[in-house]
Every structure is written in structure tokens, then in C-alpha cells.
């Protein structure tokens, strides 16, 4: 039985700063809880209802701790308005933001993207177009944001995220000759950059700030996508994890 203190903890995991502070975080329902199981993440251990349990719905794994808890107190660990009913608790996955690394293919850069539906967009995006590495802005959402760990569908669970100063990252990386392409209004054709690069860094930026002054200067291939519409003003611009997803594509492209 979860004591005052373990529900407490669990709980506080609602908040950034409590993420940040434990290093755990939540992660609720049945498919996702499996993705988790199937990660090389930690699990401390998988909270279930009497209901769920008896659902038949979720065989239990072997090796994980599993406890049973009443429904006021799942109630007050989810952050769902309807729980599922299965809860685990993980730890963060230790990063490291050596940026050589990178040399291999391609990473993604996220500057500014605070919306968690779309980070969790661009995580998922990311891992489909096998980009592992993600380097992400102070001024991101933190990516273990609850509804940034359902929209990525277990995508968080799997790709390396690095949450760091982007200026020093994208400095490190250009001194060591890796390029960084950055997604701007005025720029080259997308095509253009994949006949000259095969690596680098794919560089996004916020839908309504973009990408910050500060690292503009850091942009070795400024890249736009084409737009279309037949009315210059609107609209403004993409939405970050499209506009995400169609570079990612043309640089996987032959």
C-alpha cells in the first residue's frame, strides 16, 4: 500500500520542477506503459486499480514491482480527467550532449517550441524519421510534460533528448564542422540542401517567435519551405511539427 509520503512524491510529479528535482517521471495507460516496459528506461514500479486488474487487460511483467491501489488514490496520481487505471513511475534517461556525436546522421534541434502536443508531434516525428538524437532549448517544454509523453506516443521513451543551452551545442557543433540547417522565412529550396549535405543539425524554431536572433548567426543552410496559398499574409507560418516533418523527409530523401 502506498504510503502518504509515496503518494505525495508521485503526485508532485505533476510539476517541471518536481520532474526535474527527482529525476522520474509519469507515464499512464496500458499501451504506453507497455512501450515503457519494452525501453532501457528504469522503472521504479506499476501502479494498477483493483478494476484494471481484474480487466484482464494488462498481463503483468515479471521483474517490475506492481501495486495495488484504490481509485481515490490513482485519482490523485493521474494526470487524466478520466484514469486508466495503470500508472508507472520511471526514471529520466541520463543524456549526454557530447556533440560529436552527431557526425554519424542526422540530429533535430528544437528552439522555443513550448506546446507539449507539439513537442510530443516532433519527438514521434523525429524517431519515425530516425533521428535519435533531439537537442532541446532551456525554453522548451520540459519533454517529460504528461501530455508531452502521450502525444509521443512512447517516442520520449526511446530518443535522446538533450536539454541544454542550444547556443553552446550548435557552437560546439560548427567548430567541429557539422552543419546546421535551420528552418527560416528566407531561404533556400529544402531540395537544394540535400544534394550538398548527407549530416547535421535540423534546426526548428517556435511558430510565433521562430528561431531566437542568437542562433541565426549559427545557420550554415537556411532553409524555407514553399508556400502556396494564394493570400500573402496568412498563413503566418507552418505548424512547428509539420514543418518538422516535410524537411525531416526531404533529408531521408535519394
Same mark, same amino acid.
Given at each position: 500500500?502506498?504510503?502518504?509520503?509515496?503518494?505525495?512524491?508521485?503526485?508532485?510529479?505533476?510539476?517541471?520542477?518536481?520532474?526535474?528535482?527527482?529525476?522520474?517521471?509519469?507515464?499512464?495507460?496500458?499501451?504506453?506503459?507497455?512501450?515503457?516496459?519494452?525501453?532501457?528506461?528504469?522503472?521504479?514500479?506499476?501502479?494498477?486499480?483493483?478494476?484494471?486488474?481484474?480487466?484482464?487487460?494488462?498481463?503483468?511483467?515479471?521483474?517490475?514491482?506492481?501495486?495495488?491501489?484504490?481509485?481515490? &488514490?490513482?485519482?490523485? +496520481?493521474?494526470?487524466? $480527467?478520466?484514469?486508466? !487505471? =495503470?500508472?508507472?513511475?520511471?526514471?529520466?534517461?541520463? *543524456?549526454?550532449?557530447?556533440?560529436?556525436?552527431?557526425?554519424?546522421?542526422?540530429?533535430?534541434?528544437?528552439?522555443?517550441?513550448?506546446?507539449?502536443?507539439?513537442?510530443?508531434?516532433?519527438?514521434?516525428?523525429?524517431?519515425?524519421?530516425?533521428?535519435?538524437?533531439?537537442?532541446?532549448?532551456?525554453?522548451?517544454?520540459?519533454?517529460?510534460?504528461?501530455?508531452?509523453?502521450?502525444?509521443?506516443?512512447?517516442?520520449?521513451?526511446?530518443?535522446?533528448?538533450?536539454?541544454?543551452?542550444?547556443?553552446?551545442?550548435?557552437?560546439?557543433?560548427?567548430?567541429?564542422?557539422?552543419?546546421?540547417?535551420?528552418?527560416?522565412?528566407?531561404?533556400?529550396?529544402?531540395?537544394?540542401?540535400?544534394?550538398?549535405? &548527407?549530416?547535421?543539425? +535540423?534546426?526548428?524554431? $517556435?511558430?510565433?517567435? !521562430? =528561431?531566437?536572433?542568437?542562433?541565426?548567426?549559427?545557420? *550554415?543552410?537556411?532553409?524555407?519551405?514553399?508556400?502556396?496559398?494564394?493570400?500573402?499574409?496568412?498563413?503566418?507560418?507552418?505548424?512547428?511539427?509539420?514543418?518538422?516533418?516535410?524537411?525531416?523527409?526531404?533529408?531521408?530523401?535519394?
Amino acid at each position: 500500500m502506498l504510503s502518504r509520503k509515496s503518494l505525495k512524491l508521485i503526485a508532485d510529479l505533476k510539476q517541471a520542477r518536481e520532474r526535474k528535482a527527482q529525476g522520474r517521471f509519469v507515464v499512464e495507460g496500458a499501451k504506453l506503459v507497455s512501450e515503457l516496459l519494452l525501453s532501457s528506461l528504469t522503472i521504479e514500479a506499476v501502479y494498477v486499480t483493483e478494476q484494471f486488474l481484474s480487466s484482464g487487460e494488462f498481463p503483468l511483467p515479471d521483474g517490475v514491482s506492481i501495486e495495488i491501489v484504490p481509485e481515490h &488514490d490513482m485519482a490523485r +496520481l493521474s494526470n487524466l $480527467s478520466t484514469p486508466p !487505471g =495503470i500508472l508507472a513511475v520511471a526514471g529520466m534517461r541520463a *543524456s549526454d550532449a557530447d556533440a560529436h556525436t552527431i557526425q554519424l546522421g542526422w540530429s533535430l534541434a528544437l528552439d522555443g517550441i513550448n506546446d507539449p502536443g507539439n513537442m510530443g508531434t516532433l519527438l514521434r516525428t523525429a524517431e519515425w524519421f530516425g533521428m535519435d538524437k533531439v537537442y532541446c532549448s532551456e525554453q522548451c517544454v520540459d519533454v517529460y510534460n504528461p501530455k508531452v509523453v502521450q502525444s509521443s506516443m512512447g517516442s520520449v521513451f526511446r530518443v535522446q533528448v538533450i536539454e541544454d543551452d542550444l547556443s553552446r551545442i550548435l557552437s560546439s557543433a560548427r567548430e567541429k564542422g557539422i552543419s546546421v540547417a535551420g528552418a527560416v522565412l528566407n531561404g533556400n529550396p529544402p531540395d537544394d540542401l540535400i544534394r550538398s549535405l &548527407d549530416k547535421g543539425i +535540423l534546426l526548428i524554431g $517556435s511558430e510565433s517567435h !521562430g =528561431i531566437r536572433p542568437e542562433l541565426l548567426s549559427l545557420i *550554415s543552410h537556411p532553409i524555407t519551405i514553399a508556400r502556396y496559398s494564394s493570400v500573402k499574409e496568412f498563413p503566418e507560418s507552418l505548424n512547428a511539427a509539420v514543418a518538422a516533418g516535410i524537411l525531416m523527409h526531404f533529408l531521408r530523401s535519394d
